[in-house]
């Protein structure tokens, strides 16, 4: 058997689907993002059942209630993972038992994004259903571990997103709610709104791309909305593209948005470059007794 090499032009050649979040506080307008796709190839996950922002849009959705659907949706659309046991979710058992209950998965294939809003609430249905496992209860006094729900949340939620995360040929999208904090020294710092600690810190490094949907004034001081699309900004928003085709601030439109990601590439030495780092001079340190 000949080594599994990928050859260059068939990498390039492969259809690949964008997988992002993008984040905003509440009412900024994330679900109406749906107007600006095409609903025909579009696959709504409507966690939220806040489909009102979309009313008389004529798309497809799927409304799951508990985690055990999430995740069956999730095989469902992302096929098995077949480095998993039988035992494990997102098994090619797994797999085989949803397709069992809703039939052929190629009636998903006319879809081109996923859509799910939100995975603030997903967060919540994951939680309430680690609660419930033994790994959340206390082996010596049966009471709750907290600390044992917390770390199968984690888990469980990287596990979700990493498996739909891996679909090829898709592109996922989902949506979260942003908050605004203030950290130990008084400074404004920016967290996506999800129980827990993990999936938030780890959620960038999963998906291509990271948006926040913020209100940013224009030249006349007043607000409008726009996509920060570039990990430095000015704001601290959270941000990331991985295809280095985005400026710092887009439209808010997401099939716009799209089409700019999967635009050929300029070669790399056009767009990349290495300038020099000039660092500002350190800070002088005093010596002890002369401050």
């Known amino acids: ?41 579009t696959l709504f996950l409507d966690l939220e059942a806040g489909d009102l922002a979309v009313e008389g849009l004529e798309i497809d959705a799927l409304r799951p209630r508990t985690w055990k659907e999430c995740r069956d949706f999730a095989v469902f659309i992302g096929g098995p993972n077949p480095a998993l046991r039988e035992d494990q979710p997102y098994s090619q058992a797994h797999f085989d038992e949803v397709c069992g209950r809703y039939g052929d998965p190629a009636v998903i294939g006319k879809y081109e994004t996923i859509f799910i809003d939100s995975i ?91 948006i926040t949907m913020a209100d940013i004034p224009d030249p006349g001081g007043q607000p409008q909305r726009g996509f920060v699309c570039q990990t430095l900004n000015p704001w601290g928003f959270p941000a990331k593209d991985r295809s280095g085709r985005l400026d710092m601030v887009e439209a808010p439109h997401l099939g716009r948005l799209m089409e700019k990601i999967q635009r050929p590439a300029a070669p790399a030495s056009e767009r990349l470059s290495w300038p020099l780092v000039t660092p500002a001079d350190p800070a002088p340190v005093q010596e002890p007794g002369h401050g």
């Open 120 to 210: 603030t609430v997903a967060g919540r249905l994951c939680f309430q259903w680690c609660r419930g496992q033994p790994e959340a209860l206390s082996e010596k006094t049966g009471k709750p571990d907290i600390r044992g729900a917390y770390g199968l949340h984690g888990r469980e939620m990287i596990a979700w997103l990493t498996h739909l995360q891996h679909t090829r040929g898709k592109h996922v999208w989902f949506v979260g709610i942003l908050d605004e904090k203030l950290d130990d020294f008084n400074r404004k710092v920016f967290q996506p709104q999800i129980d827990g600690s993990k999936t938030g810190l780890e959620l960038p490094g999963i998906v291509d791309q990271v």
């Open 1 to 41: 058997m000949a080594l599994p090499i990928i050859g260059a032009d068939e990498r390039l050649a492969q259809r690949k689907g964008i997988k992002g979040v993008i984040f905003g506080r509440s009412g900024i307008g994330k679900t109406s993002l749906l107007w600006t796709l095409n609903a025909a190839t």
